[in-house]
């Protein structure tokens, strides 16, 4: 299939090049250069979707040099291989961790996820590399007819899963479970600007407004009591892990000078 040539038009992305360095910079020049003096130190590892309509920085109230961020189709987080494969989001996450000291790492998905939705309809035969890709979200889909709902949870699934994924990265497991590190999972719902956190204790996602954290993780140091009931629609194993976790020391002791913005 030939394309059309495209009719020639300004250069908008030149001129907003232009406002960066010219409006922009120079109020921030002294941050970013103390960034090239001192180097980078984020505490927080950000994963989420490519999707435009999530943006990081407005969500988190962060600026240069906060968060290291890597982001993919549908928030994914690719099996650890040991090496095997060429993984751009497996190296962000063993560069953060071993290299940055990282302390908090978040998976941020969204509502109206094309990625998400992507599970539930034909593959794109064009698109061998995206088809391979979505597969990493299959585990989250369920075997219901595409509707908002089904959706919806599929992204809060979704999210799930990624965090099980993080804890079989063996630098990140040590880290967990010496109280070094944080995960946390968020589901952004574009249309009321609210981020809902996932709660291991409730099971559920809460909105940030209300909730008294800012995400716990599928491995939260919480006890969980006998019986309750815990997000474990991916994985049956979350309640013990957790339980399993509830004697180790406290993470917030060590982290006591985190710069993290998300501190409770």
Not at 48 to 62: A, F, M
Request: hydrophobic content about 40%.
């Amino acid at each position: 299939m030939t394309l059309p040539a495209a009719p020639a038009a300004p250069d908008e992305l030149l001129q907003r090049l232009r406002r960066f360095h010219d409006d922009y910079f120079p109020a921030v020049r002294d941050r970013f250069e103390s960034l090239v003096h001192d180097g980078q130190h984020p505490s927080i590892l950000f994963i989420g979707c490519s999707d435009s309509r999530l943006v990081p920085y407005l969500l988190t109230g962060t600026g240069p040099g906060e968060v290291f961020m890597v982001r993919n189709v549908g928030a994914f987080v690719p099996p650890y291989e040991g090496g095997r494969g060429h993984h751009g989001t497996a190296a962000a996450i063993e560069f953060a961790v071993l290299k940055l000291g990282v302390e908090r790492i978040v998976v941020c998905g969204h509502s109206h996820c094309g990625g998400i939705r992507a599970l539930y309809e034909e593959a794109t035969p064009e698109a061998p590399n995206l088809s391979a890709w979505l597969e990493l979200g299959r585990e989250a889909a369920l075997p219901v007819q595409m509707t908002p709902e089904a959706l919806r949870r599929t992204e809060q699934r979704s999210v799930v899963l990624q965090l099980e994924r993080l804890m079989a990265y063996p630098m990140v497991r040590e880290r967990v479970e010496g109280g070094w590190l944080a995960l946390h999972g968020w589901h952004y719902v574009i249309e009321d600007g609210e981020v809902h956190v996932f709660d291991v204790r409730s099971g559920s996602f809460l909105p940030a407004s209300s909730a008294d954290h800012s995400g716990t993780g599928p491995f939260d140091r919480t006890p969980v009591d006998d019986g309750s009931q815990v997000f474990n629609e991916i994985d049956a194993a979350l309640a013990p892990a957790a339980a399993s976790l509830a004697s180790a020391p406290s993470a917030s002791r060590r982290r006591a000078a985190s710069r993290s913005p998300y501190e409770a």
